[in-house]
């Protein structure tokens, strides 16, 4: 079974800082993809950033960037820049890339904007 | 862009009610999941269903859970007889591929069983 910690329940940043997000997973499979989802408070949720597992290059998007490091079965999400529109909760989630597979989410991590 | 599509934002019922939860996938995608979160707390997977029919389930969905996709477009969730502990945020996904890579949400239901 595969399984994502995220240990930081709740994490601040000040405005215009960088912030980083923790995520470990653990799967024994080699074929997986591991993405970060944003839910504010209107509680959708909106994808941030996906990694596959495949390539070694650390996926980035704007201001938003990963460090993964696949022997060590982490997923950490960096936030450049932060903006008060980024606060809200962060969910690591991880999915293998079979036939019919479903998201394995984390706990979250609640991201504080301070100005 | 393309989007997922819930519908109603927010119900409201009472305790041994059935209601459904309506979604509207994406136009191409073939593969259709609802995902449950109870405030507070972390996503979790309901069901996934494909080729009308349910791929897989958790151990969440129980007989009082039950999907379809009536006409081609819609695909619903239904809940026979609400508990209390069925309020929660529920999310309908889908996706194209069958590896669920690709997959979108929608906004959310929030359902609240008084």
């Known amino acids: 079974a595969q399984t994502v910690t995220q240990s930081q329940p709740e994490m601040s940043v000040q405005e215009a800082e960088t912030v980083t997000l923790s995520c470990t997973y653990d799967t024994s499979e080699s074929d997986y993809y591991l993405f970060w989802y944003k839910q504010p408070p209107s509680r959708q949720m909106i994808l941030v950033i996906r990694?596959?597992?495949?390539?070694?290059q650390n996926a980035t998007e704007n201001r938003f960037s990963v460090n993964f490091q696949k022997a060590a079965k982490s997923f950490s999400l960096k936030i450049s820049d932060s903006q008060l529109g980024d606060a809200a909760m962060y969910f690591c989630?991880?999915?293998?890339?079979?036939?019919?597979?479903?998201?394995?989410f984390g706990p979250g991590t609640r991201l504080s904007v301070l100005p | 862009e393309p989007e997922v599509t819930q519908t109603p934002s927010h119900q409201v019922t009472q305790m041994g009610q059935e209601v459904i939860l309506r979604c509207v996938p994406i136009s191409n995608h073939l593969y259709f999941y609802w995902y449950r979160q109870i405030l507070g707390q972390k996503v979790e997977f309901l069901v996934s269903f494909y080729n009308n029919e349910i791929s897989e389930k958790s151990e969440i969905f129980d007989d009082q859970f039950s999907v379809e996709r009536p006409d081609g477009s819609n695909f619903t969730l239904k809940i026979r007889s609400t508990k209390l502990e069925d309020s929660a945020m529920y999310f309908c996904?889908?996706?194209?591929?069958?590896?669920?890579?690709?997959?979108?949400f929608g906004q959310g239901t929030r359902l609240t069983v008084v």
């Open positions: 996904a889908s996706s194209y591929s069958p590896s669920n890579t690709e997959a979108f």
């Open positions: 990694q596959e597992a495949y390539k070694q």
């Open positions: 989630a991880l999915i293998l890339g079979n036939y019919g597979q479903n998201f394995v």
